[in-house]
């Protein structure tokens, strides 16, 4: 829910017309118009008027606009597009959309038998974790080696240099999450 979109319920629940708030708040009727039909958001002293007027505290408003914006985001096997393929023997799925505008950045990565995923090393201050659902995985972090099973976790700095192998019999499968998300 936008700013515009809250102020048209509160505006509906106190059973004010457009004309009436505007009279009330003194801001302009195609201000408020605008405003609930989501072409400009107003201003902070608009704002103020409009609470005043509707008998709500600014900081209220703002809450339940900020509790309204929460987001909730499905996306099926299907809609994912955002598909990387290293080399013919490992695939990285991005599993939600706009990673980059997120705080964590979730993947799938797949490694066909005898494959290897793309060496990887990232600024200072991203992490990783990686969850193992199939397979078994030699993950390489810096100079050290882990072997990973299914159901094996692995969290680490990732501005260490690090790259992923299967050495199984069976394609690997891993859950991957980054965060802050980074190219």
């Known amino acids: 829910m936008n700013i515009g979109e809250l102020i048209r319920k509160l505006r509906k629940e106190r059973k004010l017309t457009l004309f009436e708030l505007s009279n009330k708040s003194g801001v302009a009727l195609a201000t408020l118009s605008r405003m609930e039909n989501g072409r400009m958001t107003?201003?902070?002293n608009s704002h103020m008027n409009i609470c005043r007027a509707l008998e709500v505290a600014l900081p209220d408003l703002y809450r339940d606009l900020v509790a309204a914006d929460r987001i909730v985001e499905v996306q099926s096997e299907k809609a994912r597009a955002d598909v990387s393929i290293h080399d013919n023997t490992a695939t990285l799925e991005m599993l939600a959309a706009n990673s980059l505008s997120k705080k964590m950045m979730p993947m799938m990565i797949k490694i066909s038998k005898g494959g290897q995923a793309r060496a990887a090393e990232t600024k200072i201050g991203i992490e990783k974790f990686?969850?193992?659902l199939d397979g078994k995985v030699e993950a390489y972090i810096g100079k050290e080696k882990y072997d990973l099973n299914k159901?094996?976790?692995?969290?680490f700095e990732s501005s260490v240099a690090h790259h992923f192998k299967n050495p199984?019999?069976?394609e690997a499968r891993l859950i991957s999450v980054v965060s802050p998300p980074t190219l």
Do not use: A, W
């Open 42 to 44: 107003g201003t902070l």
């Open 130 to 132: 990686i969850y193992v």
């Open 151 to 155: 159901g094996d976790t692995l969290y």
């Open 168 to 170: 199984g019999e069976l």
